[in-house]
Every structure is written in structure tokens, then in C-alpha cells.
């Protein structure tokens, strides 16, 4: 029952309950949040058809405008899935994560995300962020613990590891790049194609432009001679697999298992 | 003015709200982000959350929730949001929010018009996620959220979270308490859960420390009630059901748990059916206003 000119949606409890368990994750891969809609419509609904989730989604977020959150919708830089979070509009500062760390732990992670957006690869080292642990605002913190911490950022979603490296995860981009690009307007990159905020990805070597690697995929989908969209140049880098959910289900490949596409330092 | 920027689903709304503000003569308009006027200035000194980025903005932000005069709707508007974000936080922690918390770290500036942004804050968060706001006994100045909406057992395939696996172990010993006549001395509880094999010294796989679980943190969460009894040699406590415990479920509640995990009907505790009847009565009551402080 929608009226065809709505300027906010209505809340049912199909809605609430949806947003109660959303509200449980981080982030969420875009099969878990159809299945989370499907449960809502199944304990509240049940004859009901369940909406398109963008229609759905775009519903909830027209109620949750005057809150200033929103569900966001965004793609992991390495492999473009889809992935949803609630993201707070009205704050720039990192202050989702204030309330689960203290002082000194919010500066460590402030100090890896600068060390990250400075970086050519999107990745700084466990070494170099440990380095920084005597210049931290807050209670002292030593290396164990600081290792500790950044292992508490891995869980909580807002960091990933990868052999020995932290960029951010895809919950940090989308809840910080208001943040990201206010605070750090010289040294951000941004994709040429999509023109959001990139950690990762491949650049031009000749004119230095540089696009997520999902988005060299489907830009450069069934395109043997791959040209920079910017010089023209040759595109000297691997074009990954745009991101295929069937396939994805059919292989049962894990995330952690899909081989990295960024090229390994050692 | 009203441009549309790119793809931002922002967009379409922001010019809603230009509309319906009508008299706030803010310029910025829609391209300005609602960042700008972050609402976080009353997070003042107690507040970690500026950053050395963000601080440049702060003389910006302070602009915008001014000690003095009429606040235009969006300040308002941004006030409420913060509120119920707070809230909302909070809650998750389980422990009570403190009136002097909320006006410390949100409410700040908008001191006097207090009772109307909790009201506020309270019908969105009825409205939008099924919480109500309530205080956690009248006059005690501290509110938890009770969910309306019930939760069901598929609810625990869907969670981000671990749930609580320690609500198993709560709902456990409130059916003690309750079916032991609302009260019942901590050697009891620890009698009845040895033989679940749980014991108050030894680490459980599940539970962890359920000595601390059971009388420090349900009683922190006010789930339940932990009191020395005088004059026992050596020291002995009781535990009663918390009021946190009184507005989350019901005695019938628990009595139907009881009797589902002995495959049992709770009528076949005449006693306390009768007193979850009873119980169930005063529920039906209407209740006092609600969260809206009275002082």
C-alpha cells in the first residue's frame, strides 16, 4: 500500500523489525540482508509479496532522512560484492566507533587510516602503524597492546588484514568517506569511473589516474585491448571478473579463500 | 538552487526539506552537507569524538545550536536525531542511560526545551524501530528501551550479533526466582545450576564467568536484584527479579518458559499462575505517562 507521490514512507513492523536486526551488523552482504528481509516479511507478513529490496530499502531510508542515518549501499574494493550498512550522515568524526573504544585506541585507528590513504596500495604495514604508538593521544599504549587493538578492529569490521597489512574494511569507507575526504582533501584518491573514494586499486602508469578494481571489471567487461579512459594509453594490469553472485553461491568460495588481485610484495 | 547532485539519494529529500522548512533562510541548501552542521558541539569536553580534522569545523558547528533565542526546525531537527542515536547506543549496552548523561553529552544548550526532545525522541524511536523509551522506575531520572516488537527464535539466525547466548542462562534463573516465590538465596540458584553444569568457580564454554554474569553483570543491567541478607554466617545474598527484568517480560512470560522446558502447562502451578494472572491484570491497567520527566 504506497501512494504514488510519497514524500516519506510508512514504517510497518516489517520495517522495524528489519532495521532492529540490521542494526545488529556492521555491515551486510547483499544475500544476507534479502534473506533479513524475507524474515521480517515472514514473522510479520506472511501473505504479503516482499517488496524489491532497493524499493524497500529506499522506503526505510526516506523515513530515516529526518534521523540523518541512512542504509548505504556500497561494493568491496578487491571483489565488488554488493554490501549494506547503516551509516551515520550527521557526524564527519569516527564517532560510531567512540562509544567501543577509548581515546588512545580511536587515535591508533585514526593513525592507520592516515597511513593508509597516504599509501600507494591502499595497505600499511602492521610495523609501520606500531611505529606510531608512542605519539597517541590517551592513556599510554604499548605494541602488544596496540597489536591487540588493531585485531579488535578486524573484528569489529573496521579494518581488514591482510598478510600482515590493514586497509580499511568496506564498513570504514562507507561510514567515513564524508569523513575521509573533508579531513584529507590533498591525499584521497578517487576513482575516475565512479568518482567515490578509493583505498585500492589499479592505476594508469602513463597519466596516474586510478579505478577499483570492480569497477576496471565492468568497465573493461569483454574488451580485449584495454585503453586508460583518461591518456588512452594501454592499461597494463590484470582485468578481474566482474562480481557474479550466482557464480559466487555455485563455487562456495569463501572471501577469505578468493585470491587476492593485488599484486604481492613477496 | 535546488540542483540535484550526483546520485546521491540524499538529494531529492534535501529539496523536500528546503520546502518544509519554508521560514529557515539557511542558504547552504541542499549542495551543503548536513556534515557542516554536525550536530555534535554539545559533546563538549567529555567528548572523544573530534578529530584533528574535524576541528576546523568546529567554529562552524557551534554556530549552529546557538544558548539563547528560537532554534530553527533543522536544528531541532538534528537535536532529535542525535538524541535518538544516543539512545540507541547506549541501549545496546544494556545499562541504564542516566539523565544527566543525555543532557551532558547531547542535550547541552537545549537544556530548557529538554522534555520535548526526549518526547520527540521517543515517538521516533516508537515509530521508526519499535522502542519505547521508558523510565526504569519512576523518578529514578534513568531510562532503558523496551522492545515492542516480540522477539522470535529465527531472530537468531539473522543477528549480527551473538544475540546473548547469557539471555539462556538470565531466563534460567528469573524462572527460579520467580517459581521459588520472587525471591531466592544465591547458594539456591547455585545449588540448581551445578546440575546444569554450571558452577560460580569454573569458566563456562558458553557463558564464560557466570559468577560475574549473574551477580554483577545482569545486576548492572538491572535485570536482577542482588542483595546481602543481614546476619548470615558465612555471608549469604538473594536475588529478586530487577526492574529492568518487569518491563522487558511479564511472570506469565516466564511461567510459560518454566513449564515449556518441562514439557509441562503452567496451570500446573496453580500458585503461580494465579500470580502471573494477577500480574497480567495490572499490565492491563493503564499506565502513568511516560518518559517525559516530571521535574
Given at each position: 500500500m504506497q501512494s504514488s507521490t510519497r514524500k516519506m514512507g510508512i514504517m510497518t513492523d516489517v520495517h522495524r523489525r528489519f532495521l532492529q536486526?540490521?542494526?545488529?551488523?556492521?555491515?551486510l552482504e547483499e544475500w544476507e540482508i534479502k534473506r533479513l528481509q524475507k524474515h521480517c516479511y515472514r514473522v510479520h507478513d506472511r501473505n504479503a509479496t516482499v517488496e524489491k529490496l532497493e524499493d524497500f530499502i529506499n522506503n526505510i531510508n526516506s523515513v530515516l532522512e529526518s534521523l540523518y542515518i541512512e542504509i548505504k549501499k556500497g561494493f568491496t574494493e578487491d571483489d565488488g560484492?554488493?554490501?549494506?550498512?547503516?551509516?551515520?550522515?550527521?557526524?564527519?568524526s569516527i564517532?560510531?566507533?567512540?562509544?567501543?573504544?577509548?581515546?588512545?585506541?580511536?587515535?591508533?585507528?585514526?593513525?592507520?587510516l592516515e597511513l593508509i590513504i597516504d599509501s600507494e596500495t591502499g595497505f600499511a604495514s602492521s610495523t609501520n602503524i606500531l611505529n606510531l604508538v608512542d605519539q597517541l593521544k590517551g592513556k599510554k599504549m604499548r605494541k602488544k597492546e596496540a597489536e591487540q587493538v588493531l585485531q579488535k578492529f578486524v573484528q569489529n569490521k573496521w579494518l581488514i588484514e591482510k598478510e600482515g597489512e590493514f586497509t580499511l574494511h568496506t564498513r570504514a569507507i562507507l561510514e567515513m568517506e564524508q569523513y575521509i575526504r573533508e579531513t584529507y582533501p590533498d591525499a584521497v584518491k578517487i576513482c575516475n569511473i565512479c568518482h567515490s573514494l578509493l583505498i585500492q586499486g589499479q592505476s594508469c602508469e602513463t597519466c596516474g589516474i586510478k579505478m577499483h578494481l570492480?569497477?576496471?571489471?565492468?568497465?573493461?567487461?569483454?574488451?580485449?585491448?584495454?585503453?586508460?579512459?583518461?591518456?588512452?594509453d594501454y592499461w597494463p594490469h590484470d582485468i578481474p571478473e566482474v562480481f557474479n553472485p550466482e557464480k559466487e553461491r555455485e563455487a562456495g568460495t569463501s572471501k577469505s579463500n578468493k585470491k587476492s588481485l593485488r599484486s604481492r610484495q613477496h | 538552487m535546488l540542483q540535484k547532485p550526483r546520485s546521491r539519494p540524499r538529494?531529492?529529500?534535501?529539496s523536500e526539506k528546503d520546502r518544509d522548512r519554508g521560514r529557515d533562510g539557511d542558504a547552504r541548501g541542499p549542495r551543503g552537507h548536513v556534515a557542516e552542521e554536525a550536530p555534535s558541539t554539545s559533546r563538549g569536553p567529555g567528548g572523544s569524538q573530534e578529530t584533528p580534522g574535524a576541528s576546523s569545523q568546529g567554529a562552524r558547528r557551534?554556530?549552529?545550536?546557538?544558548?539563547?533565542?528560537?532554534?530553527?526546525?533543522?536544528?531541532?531537527?538534528?537535536?532529535?536525531?542525535?538524541l535518538v542515536q544516543f539512545l540507541l547506543v547506549k541501549d545496546q549496552k544494556k545499562i541504564p542511560i542516566k539523565r544527566t548523561d543525555i543532557l551532558k553529552h547531547v542535550v547541552g544548550d537545549y537544556k530548557d526545551i529538554f522534555p520535548d526532545l526526549l518526547k520527540l525522541a521517543s515517538e521516533r524511536l516508537q515509530y521508526v524501530f519499535g522502542y519505547k523509551l521508558v523510565e526504569l522506575e519512576p523518578k529514578s531520572n534513568t531510562y532503558i528501551l523496551v522492545n515492542t516488537l516480540e522477539p522470535v527464535e529465527e531472530d537468531a539466525e539473522v543477528r549480527g550479533d551473538q544475540g546473548t547466548p547469557t539471555t539462556g542462562l538470565l531466563m534460567i534463573v528469573l524462572g527460579l526466582i520467580f517459581m521459588k516465590g520472587n525471591t531466592i538465596k544465591e547458594t539456591e540458584v547455585w545449588d540448581f545450576l551445578r546440575r546444569l553444569g554450571v558452577y560460580p568457580t569454573k569458566k563456562h564454554l558458553i557463558f564464560g564467568d557466570?559468577?560475574?554474569?549473574?551477580?554483577?553483570?545482569?545486576?548492572?543491567q538491572r535485570y536482577l536484584e542482588y542483595r546481602r541478607i543481614p546476619h548470615t554466617d558465612p555471608v549469604d545474598y538473594e536475588f529478586q527479579w530487577g526492574p529492568r527484568t518487569h518491563l522487558e517480560t511479564s511472570k506469565m512470560k516466564v511461567l510459560k518458559f518454566v513449564a515449556k522446558v518441562h514439557n509441562q502447562d503452567p496451570k500446573d502451578w496453580p500458585a503461580q499462575y494465579c500470580e502471573a494472572l494477577a500480574d497480567e491484570e495490572n499490565r492491563a491497567r493503564p499506565e502513568p505517562s511516560g518518559p517525559a520527566p516530571s521535574s
Open positions: 536486526l540490521l542494526m545488529t551488523h556492521g555491515v560484492r554488493p554490501i549494506y550498512a547503516l551509516v551515520n550522515l550527521a557526524t564527519t564517532s560510531k566507533m567512540a562509544t567501543d573504544f577509548a581515546e588512545n585506541e580511536l587515535d591508533l585507528f585514526r593513525k592507520a570492480p569497477c576496471v571489471a565492468k568497465y573493461f567487461q569483454s574488451n580485449s585491448e584495454p585503453r586508460c579512459p583518461h591518456c588512452n | 538529494s531529492s529529500a534535501q557551534a554556530q549552529a545550536s546557538p544558548s539563547v533565542g528560537p532554534r530553527t526546525q533543522k536544528q531541532l531537527e538534528l537535536k532529535v536525531a542525535e557466570p559468577k560475574k554474569l549473574i551477580t554483577e553483570d545482569f545486576v548492572k
